[in-house]
């Protein structure tokens, strides 16, 4: 087994991989396993130390976004005595280098459902249209390429029970594969217009292209609003009780935090769940 040295690197390997922005991993006695890329990955940590198979030391560098200055991020959006708590109680929560296409359609799934149904529609695209892998004994499998789901027929797709969504999947798929270079353009664009680009695509409305480009396209402007989010900015900062639009709550966020604004709601997100866990 492998080991990666944190040093003065803050990192908290169980609140990144269960804080909601990525839907495979799953924790077995002592280690996080999940299928990513063509391999699955198992990691553990240990105080300052990451134990982990199935990836480089590189691709662990890259999709933990170890090479992020963390700690000049949140020293950023420490703005008032809410955050600064989020940001005491979840220190070393970091927002992952997702794989594009996989966050794509993983945020497609998600609309209007919950973590479990969202797991379970992508782990059914998986099982159908993705590769086995076995690792300790145990069967996982890769995510669909664009290719595979490209080639197959809507009702193909809906079996897997994702829905009404189907068509919006298989249209993401043919988008891509028509336009090889699809990722590489919204990357090299500003929030505002990848935003807008994503959006071209059916299915996918502001919640689902910010989630997507601040999950896997590091574009930290972007801030998700959930139910959550936007209760917690309308009773603790705005002090109202009417619900605020999507484009409000968002821009107030923006406005407030800067340009990782990301980051900070992730981290009230993940303090409002640890104390949910804690029953208080």
């Not at 008032?80 to 992952?96: P, Y």
């Not at 197959?152 to 993401?172: L, M, N, Q």
């Amino acid at each position: 087994m492998k080991k990666f040295n944190l040093e003065e690197t803050p990192f908290n390997l169980d609140l990144t991989v269960s804080c909601g922005q990525a839907f495979r991993w799953k924790k077995i006695n002592d280690f996080w396993y999940a299928p990513v890329g063509e391999s699955v990955w198992k990691v553990k940590q240990e105080e300052d130390t990451l134990l982990y198979e199935g990836a480089s030391e590189n691709e662990l560098i890259n999709y933990f976004a170890l090479d992020i200055p963390l700690d000049n991020i949140l020293k950023d959006i420490d703005r008032d005595t809410l955050i600064h708590s989020a940001v005491e109680q979840c220190r070393g929560l970091r927002i992952l280098r997702q794989p594009k296409w996989e966050c794509l359609v993983s945020y497609i799934c998600a609309t209007c459902a919950n973590i479990p149904g969202i797991t379970m529609r992508i782990e059914n695209l998986s099982k159908k249209f993705g590769q086995t892998l076995h690792c300790d004994n145990m069967e996982f499998h890769t995510f669909p390429s664009i290719e595979n789901i490209a080639c197959e027929p809507t009702e193909s797709v809906r079996e897997c029970k994702v829905g009404y969504r189907d068509k919006f999947i298989c249209g993401a798929a043919e988008n891509a594969l028509n336009n090889k270079h699809w990722s590489d353009e919204i990357a090299s664009l500003d929030y505002i217009c990848a935003k807008s680009k994503l959006m071209e695509l059916n299915g996918v409305g502001p919640k689902v292209a910010d989630c997507v480009l601040l999950f896997a396209f590091e574009k930290y402007e972007a801030i998700p609003v959930d139910v959550w989010i936007e209760r917690i900015l309308r009773t603790k900062y705005l002090g109202g009780d009417k619900k605020l639009s999507y484009s409000k709550a968002s821009e107030y966020a923006r406005n407030h935090f800067g340009k990782y604004a990301g980051y900070a709601q992730e981290y009230l997100f993940a303090e409002r769940e640890l104390i949910s866990s804690k029953g208080e």
